[in-house]
């Protein structure tokens, strides 16, 4: 027998052993139920042919000469393209000692001599089936990424358009109060691209870690929509919320800084102190509270926001009905909006 042999039968099988005539047994036996197998008596060409070929499972000897099976199992593990191949030491050792060897080697099973053929063929069956399934799992990962990448990109770049041509108009708008409207729409784009971005660079795209995105989300507009020097002060738990349920609070974080940015600029506290900005958010009791304060002029008294043609407050009052919360206003040394809603919902909480 040549040091490696393959039969063209389904399944990819390397069994690895000194032994000619084990080699013969076991080979019959999975050759019978239709295996594709190879063999080899020598541990390095073993590891030459495991590089080239990547079988799917190996059947590997523990006392072999040169290299035994526990170190032809360690350099396995060491090398990336092989350390996903399952390992199944061929034993007589009965040890304890020796058979955690082979699982600290990386090994996942062991069959033991004399061979028994129904649990030869079931142990094989149970690892193979198992590393194919890992493949196709992670053939259909990489897919995935590749498609959200594309996704992302596509994204990324329309939405970068859409702000770059929202400037471009807001440009030619002489009108204060229409080109704030430029800004404010500006604002809720952004809203849209960091969330995307931020589901983008993390690694569980099904939470969101609210306080960098509400972080970077108000940042962004202050630098962006500030027409002065705002004192910006911010004090966000660290919670993990899904998606849809950070779109909905960065939505209304948008809504209410614009506002803020707009009219709290000037008048109230804001001509004294200087205006400032706050912003805090926490969960207590299974209950959110989102607070956003400017010192400027109060908000008027007469305003609900269901009844007035101010497109942000609807939208306020709207995206609140979303949350399944209500919205409060208190006018005492400026204007706070004050957010409440239940948090209950699987996945969501703060450390």
């Given at each position: 027998?040549?040091?490696?042999?393959?039969?063209r039968?389904?399944?990819?099988?390397?069994?690895?052993?000194?032994?000619?005539?084990?080699?013969?047994?076991?080979?019959?036996?999975?050759?019978?139920?239709?295996?594709?197998t190879?063999?080899?008596?020598?541990?390095?060409?073993?590891?030459?042919?495991?590089?080239?070929?990547?079988?799917?499972?190996?059947?590997?000897?523990?006392?072999?000469?040169?290299?035994?099976?526990?170190?032809?199992?360690?350099?396995?593990?060491?090398?990336?393209?092989?350390?996903?191949?399952?390992?199944?030491?061929?034993?007589?050792?009965?040890?304890?000692?020796?058979?955690?060897?082979?699982?600290?080697?990386?090994?996942?099973?062991?069959?033991?001599?004399?061979?028994?053929?129904?649990?030869?063929?079931?142990?094989?069956?149970?690892?193979?089936?198992?590393?194919?399934?890992?493949?196709?799992?992670?053939?259909?990962?990489?897919?995935?990424?590749?498609?959200?990448?594309?996704?992302?990109?596509?994204?990324?770049?329309?939405?970068?358009?859409?702000?770059?041509?929202?400037?471009?108009?807001?440009?030619?708008?002489?009108?204060?109060?229409?080109?704030?409207?430029?800004?404010?729409?500006?604002?809720?784009?952004?809203?849209?691209?960091?969330?995307?971005?931020?589901?983008?660079?993390?690694?569980?795209?099904?939470?969101?870690?609210?306080?960098?995105?509400?972080?970077?989300?108000?940042?962004?507009?202050?630098?962006?929509?500030?027409?002065?020097?705002?004192?910006?002060?911010?004090?966000?738990?660290?919670?993990?919320?899904?998606?849809?349920?950070?779109?909905?609070?960065?939505?209304?974080?948008?809504?209410?800084?614009?506002?803020?940015?707009?009219?709290?600029?000037?008048?109230?506290k804001?001509?004294?102190?200087?205006?400032?900005?706050?912003v805090?958010?926490?969960?207590?009791?299974?209950?959110?509270?989102?607070k956003i304060?400017?010192?400027?002029?109060?908000?008027?008294?007469?305003?609900?926001?269901?009844?007035v043609?101010?497109?942000?407050?609807?939208?306020?009052?709207?995206?609140?009905?979303?949350?399944?919360?209500?919205?409060?206003?208190?006018?005492?040394?400026?204007?706070?909006?004050?957010?409440?809603?239940?948090?209950?919902?699987?996945?969501?909480?703060?450390?």
């Open positions: 027998m040549t040091d490696i042999k393959e039969d039968k389904e399944g990819r099988v390397l069994l690895v052993d000194d032994n000619i005539e084990n080699l013969q047994v076991l080979g019959t036996m999975l050759k019978n139920e239709g295996y594709k190879a063999f080899s008596q020598d541990g390095k060409k073993a590891l030459e042919y495991i590089k080239e070929k990547l079988p799917d499972l190996i059947l590997l000897d523990v006392m072999m000469p040169e290299i035994d099976g526990f170190e032809v199992c360690r350099r396995l593990k060491q090398d990336r393209q092989t350390s996903e191949i399952p390992v199944i030491f061929i034993t007589a050792l009965q040890d304890k000692e020796s058979r955690l060897e082979g699982f600290r080697s990386g090994g996942v099973d062991y069959i033991t001599k004399p061979f028994i053929k129904e649990e030869v063929l079931a142990r094989t069956r149970v690892n193979l089936q198992r590393k194919l399934a890992e493949d196709r799992l992670r053939v259909t990962i990489e897919q995935k990424d590749m498609l959200l990448r594309e996704i992302h990109h596509r994204v990324k770049n329309n939405l970068a358009l859409i702000t770059s041509l929202i400037d471009l108009e807001s440009g030619d708008v002489s009108e204060e109060k229409e080109r704030s409207k430029f800004q404010e729409l500006r604002g809720r784009v952004d809203s849209i691209r960091i969330i995307h971005e931020k589901l983008y660079q993390s690694c569980d795209v099904l939470n969101v870690r609210f306080r960098d995105y509400a972080a970077e989300l108000i940042q962004d507009m202050v630098d962006n929509l500030s027409s002065g020097s705002f004192d910006l002060r911010m004090d966000i738990d660290d919670c993990i919320f899904p998606p849809k349920r950070a779109i909905t609070l960065g939505l209304l974080i948008v809504e209410i800084v614009t506002n803020a940015l707009k009219y709290g600029g000037h008048g109230g804001a001509e004294e102190e200087g205006p400032r900005i706050e805090a958010f926490s969960i207590e009791n299974k209950e959110g509270e989102l304060y400017n010192n400027g002029e109060p908000i008027p008294e007469d305003i609900e926001n269901k009844k043609n101010s497109l942000g407050l609807q939208l306020i009052d709207t995206l609140t009905e979303q949350l399944g919360g209500s919205m409060e206003i208190d006018r005492s040394g400026g204007t706070a909006f004050i957010i409440r809603f239940p948090a209950a919902e699987s996945g969501e909480g703060c450390r």
